[in-house]
């Protein structure tokens, strides 16, 4: 099943709680929530007080995408302010098998994102105990950015071997998705996009449907 994650990084934070019940009642079944620290990206954005307000509002799968250093500091604190999935960078992790265990004892979803360079051999040992991967489209750290295209290559790649393997790991793409390129995003083997101005610009609700319409959903 394909399923959209829009990213509340566009919100109009004056009207959060109602924004994430409109997504939810459009059919939105993920929410991407960025939360950056400034040194492993460099911007600044939400944090726990933010996604423990909103919990209460929305049933949807909170999808924490953890843009920090050391992510293994945060774990326990995000999973309990309610993430459903943690992702983490694995360019961020000074030990990322024992991130992901951390994440695992939690009872949440374990999650690692690539930025558009790093190479799929990264996850080589990690895989059979990943939920989801994420592949970055963009160079993490703002929103608005264009599609990088060579990040096309990578999903196939990745699906690849994922379906070599026998895994039902979810491939999520974050990064410069627009109603005109999704198709191509999901034909490569995504099956979960995020997105970000082109669902908060304008009519949300008509965006979201017009993207579960793109999808197939």
Partial sequence: MNCLAPSILSA??????????????????????????????????????????????????????????????????????GADVITIHAEACRHLDRTLEKIREQGVRTSVALNPATDLSVLEYLLPGLDMVVLMAVNPGFGGQQFIPYVLEKIRNLRRILDRRGLN??????????????GKVLEAGANIVV????????????NVRKFLKQMGE
Avoid at 169 to 182: A, M, P, Q
Wanted: net charge negative; aromatic share 8%.
């Fill in 12 to 81: 109009d934070f004056s009207r959060l709680g109602q924004q994430v019940k409109e997504l939810e009642e459009a059919g939105a079944e993920y929410l991407h929530i960025d939360v950056m620290d400034g040194t492993f990206v460099p911007n600044i954005s939400v944090g726990m007080p933010v996604i423990r307000s909103i919990r209460p509002c929305s049933g949807q799968v909170f999808d924490v995408h953890l843009m920090v250093e050391e992510p293994i500091r945060y774990i326990q604190d995000f999973a309990d302010c």
């Fill in 169 to 182: 790991t979810d491939i999520e793409v974050d990064g410069g998705i627009t109603l005109s390129n999704v």
């Fill in 195 to 206: 997105s970000g101005n082109a669902v908060f610009q304008g009519d949300i609700s008509e």
